[in-house]
């Protein structure tokens, strides 16, 4: 059984850091693609990073330069660093796992999902 959860989230003042963790079990992260999505509420989940197997990374327009996806193979864990946080990045942040070795910025492309974790920015 594949699991995925998150942890790291919690409270922070704008300009300030969070790093997020995402602890994989049932899943050898170097074999699939790994992404982080969010939800603020009221909105629709959106794709926040993805890396792929080739340690090749993409993110969205609104977190380039400020957020840094990366991932620990012998920890089997997947990271978002985020710097710079705005009242904006106020979301739940989900990770999720890939259908294959590649996936693009679609919820489709990823079959397993963490139960998220808080991000609140205050102003």
């Known amino acids: 059984q594949v699991q995925l959860v998150e942890s790291g989230g919690g409270l922070v003042q704008a300009g300030g850091s969070l790093r997020l963790s995402c602890a994989v079990s049932?899943?050898?992260?170097?074999?699939?693609?790994m992404g982080w999505f969010r939800q603020a509420p009221g909105d629709e989940r959106e794709f926040v990073a993805h890396?792929?197997?080739?340690?090749?990374?993409h993110y969205a327009p609104s977190v380039q330069g400020r957020f840094t996806i990366s991932r620990d193979n012998a920890k089997n864990t997947v990271y978002l660093q985020m710097y710079r946080l705005a009242p904006e990045d106020t979301a739940v942040y989900y990770c999720?796992?890939?259908?294959?070795?590649?996936?693009?910025?679609?919820?489709?492309?990823?079959?397993?999902w963490g139960r998220g974790t808080q991000v609140t920015v205050s102003s």
């Open positions: 999720a796992s890939g259908r294959s070795d590649y996936a693009n910025t679609m919820e489709w492309d990823y079959d397993y």
């Open positions: 049932g899943r050898t992260i170097t074999n699939y693609a």
């Open positions: 890396i792929n197997y080739r340690a090749g990374t």
